[in-house]
């Protein structure tokens, strides 16, 4: 385990004068990849979720941001939460729909995207690729809602319970 946490922390490569690790390199790549099945609401987006935030678990730690390291296990544990919401049987066969927003999960939704204004930590931390993608979460999560939003108004609405 040592050994993969050591390879993980250790450089790929360098960009703009600052090394990025593996996690780093992989994180972007989970990261970027899972918010673009998400859009899509694909099944797949939430394993990939998972490596992604053990993937930044590893980096923040390394980078001594302990409280995103801590958000990373808040978004595992909720990502563990929502694939069994997904997987569960409903009262409804067939597909899981994309439904209104209830109160309490715009509450969690804001609490998350404060942890993206974060960017500018991750910038002051040399954590360049991790910042950019940041800013590419913001892209692909308005891009979903976009295709959420169309889902929506093509079919009557799901109120939330």
Request: proline letters at 4%; a positive charge.
């Amino acid at each position: 385990m040592q050994d993969i946490l050591s390879l993980l922390q250790s450089p790929a490569f360098s960009a703009w004068g600052a090394p990025v690790s593996w996690a780093e390199l992989f994180g972007l790549i989970s990261g970027a990849l899972c918010v673009w099945l998400v859009a899509r609401q694909n099944i797949w987006s939430w394993p990939i979720g998972l490596l992604n935030n053990a993937l930044f678990f590893v980096l923040f730690i390394a980078a001594k941001l302990y409280g995103d390291a801590a958000l990373q296990v808040v978004f595992a544990i909720l990502a563990v939460y929502g694939w069994y919401q997904w997987l569960r049987p409903s009262q409804q066969q067939g597909l899981m729909r994309v439904r209104r927003t209830t109160e309490r999960e715009w509450t969690m939704l804001a609490m998350c995207g404060l942890a993206g204004i974060a960017a500018a930590t991750y910038i002051s931390r040399s954590l360049f690729l991790t910042a950019i993608l940041y800013a590419g979460f913001l892209l692909l999560c308005v891009m979903g809602l976009h295709s959420w939003s169309r889902d929506l108004t093509s079919r009557p609405v799901e109120q939330p319970a």
